[in-house]
């Protein structure tokens, strides 16, 4: 497990005009497979000989890929697009300093950060896609730059959705992250203290629990019009300090007005009294919450 992003470690080291020519190449990619250097030229301003420096000290860093087929051209890896959105969110004065990693998962990285006031924050970096990427890397023929390009286009797709969401519950009493901004694949928040309440050996008052969760749930769905959609013992974090709980991971959620939103809320509720039968042994009706929360109770 990486202990600092690496995109983040060599942000420190990039000029000015390493980070212009990164942006192209990712303007670039957005429009073709490769972004060509000559391109690069005729856009950046910048000589042949300077473009060819700054790209090959990128190029060293790990922030570009380089490619050679009709034209030379450059993809931007992982640790580019990380640079990019770090960068920009450095810019916003959002944030200051990235630390160590706190989880990396299949689908994100979370990671320690500071702000400009040198409070630890948290960021969520979005990572959709990156096991389907692998897989294909490893048939490199079917590695085109407009495929790599999309995969960095879903996770900033996914980061997006979550941040806004949370947003629109920003105002709400609910118990979730404070959003603190966002960049492409990246949205920034505080730190909830607690653990997964998968790892809660210490469940001070489980019916008490259950019930706050199907409360926050109700109000999700009748205030906000929002199912989680994927409401475990994974996105639940408990404080055994204050005997509270928090919800976080919300990019899958859908509107109350899905087709499905009541059927996805059972099954949110059914894998949730499970894990509460199986651990704390209190199972209620799942059918009789479902109603409850939807109102017609
Ligand atoms: N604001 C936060 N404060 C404290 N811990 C957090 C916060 N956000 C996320 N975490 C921790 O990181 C873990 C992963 O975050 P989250 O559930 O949002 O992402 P995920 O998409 O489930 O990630 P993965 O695909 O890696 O499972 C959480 O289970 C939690 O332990
Ligand atoms: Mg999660």
Sequence with gaps: MPVTLYGARILKDLSNQELRVLNMVETLLKKGEYAPVEKIVSYSGYTEKEVSFIISKLNKNKMVRRWTGQFVGYTL?????????????????????????????????????????????????????????????????????????????????????????????????????????????????????????????????????????????????????????????????????KDSIAIIDFPQAIGTDHPDADIILERDFAHLFDYFRKKWFISPEVEDVVEYIIGKK
């Design 77 to 241: 890896t992982y640790a580019g697009f990380d640079a990019l959105a770090l960068n920009s969110l450095y810019n916003k004065n959002i944030v200051a300093g990235v630390g160590r990693a706190k989880g990396v998962g299949k689908e994100s990285d979370i990671y320690y950060a500071i702000d400009f006031e040198e409070n630890e924050i948290m960021l969520k970096i979005n990572r959709t896609g990156r096991a389907s990427f692998q897989q294909v890397k490893k048939r490199r023929d079917l590695l085109k730059g407009k495929f790599h390009y999309s995969v960095f286009s879903l996770a900033e797709l996914s980061a997006k959705r979550e941040f806004e969401i949370l947003t629109k519950l920003q105002d709400s009493k609910l118990p979730i992250p404070k959003v603190l901004g966002h960049n492409r694949h990246i949205f920034a928040m505080n730190i909830i203290e607690g653990q997964e309440l998968i790892n809660v050996q210490n469940l001070k008052k489980p019916l008490k629990t259950l019930e706050k969760i199907i409360k926050y749930a109700k109000v999700l769905y009748n205030e906000y019009h929002i199912v989680h959609a994927d409401l475990t013992e994974y996105n639940i974090l408990y404080d055994e300090n």
